[in-house]
């Protein structure tokens, strides 16, 4: 019996409207999307799983991790 490996990451989206909500809020690094993109590439790629379902994701974003789905 083989087991399946499902992950989920919400990735935080860089809608315009989010950034507007949090603007009054300090840049840390870990809410820039520079940042934020290698960090959530390292987690998913430690945890291999089988399926990865990301949330809040903008076209760019899908675009950024399709990349790295194919074999």
């Known amino acids: 019996m083989s087991n399946l490996k499902i992950m989920t990451f919400n990735i935080l989206s ?3 409207l989010w ?4 603007a009054h809020l300090p840049k840390e690094p870990f809410v820039l999307w ?6 959530i590439l390292e987690i998913i790629s430690r945890e291999n799983p089988d399926v990865c379902l990301l949330c809040e994701c903008q076209y760019d974003q899908i675009n950024f991790f ?3 789905c194919l074999d």
Do not use: E, G, L, S
């Open 14 to 16: 860089d809608a315009p």
């Open 19 to 22: 950034k507007k909500k949090w």
């Open 34 to 39: 520079d940042y934020r993109k290698i960090k």
């Open 66 to 68: 399709a990349k790295f």
